[in-house]
């Protein structure tokens, strides 16, 4: 398993409240992306992310069985406690939140677990499978067919999103599992790439780098698209290929 990630802030916030971690060697990843006022987005997809990897840190041997699912669910569960907890005991930190992505790849299994709209994608053979569902509003709007895909991209309320880890002291998250065969290529992201860049143009990007040994020139490439195309928001990727 090899991974890259790279976040930068880009062009117009003030500071970045993305955050990532991975273990390649447990085929492990999580990002996340946060939101508040101050710095109180940072702490939320920190607390997170350090949450998510204790947990499936501390339960590796689970990783590998049929409890996968249920320990990424469990990992989501504690941050959501976390985000909350803390949210709930300072006032600056009053309804932070994040949207969280998290993923591990093993036994030939990519199974992913998120909450909000940082999203998940297989790239094989040359398709781009988003295997990720937003919890945003606008993507309600597309599910009822009150607006096409294209007419999502440019809603100026597409970064509402209807679930966030901490907001509220439960929360949903939706699990999605797929095949892993080798070659495959897994991308976790945050909006400020998607907001950006659409899927033919990800796909595409994808197709000139699937070749490579190495990821970073891949995660390098996504990122700087998106700040060429405007970087209106923190851009953050991990890239895992089998």
Known sequence: MRIAA??????????????????????IAVLADGMGGLNAGEVAS??????????????????????????????????????YALSDSRREFNGMGTTVVVAVVNDGRFIAAH???SRAYRFRDGELARLTSDHSLVQQLVA??????????????????????????????DL?????????????????LTDMLDDPVIATLCAEWIADDELAPLVDTLVDAALAAGGFDNVSVVALKT
Not at 10 to 25: P, S, T, W
Not at 67 to 83: F, I, P, S
Not at 148 to 167: D, H, K, L, Q
């Open 6 to 27: 790279r976040s930068d802030q880009g062009k117009v916030r003030y500071n970045n409240e993305d955050c990532l971690a991975f273990d390649a060697r447990l085929g």
């Open 46 to 83: 920190a607390t997170a992310v350090e949450a998510v990897m204790q947990h499936l840190v501390e339960n590796t041997e689970r990783l590998g069985q049929d409890e996968a699912g249920a320990t990424l669910r469990e990992a989501l569960e504690l941050a959501n406690r976390r985000v």
């Open 115 to 117: 909450i909000g709209d």
């Open 144 to 173: 009822q067919g009150i607006l096409s895909a294209a007419e999502a991209r440019r809603a100026p309320n597409r970064n509402i999103v209807t679930r966030a880890v901490g907001i509220e002291i439960d929360v949903e998250c």
């Open 176 to 192: 999605t599992e797929v095949d892993a065969v080798v070659g495959d290529l897994f991308l976790l992201c945050s909006d400020g």
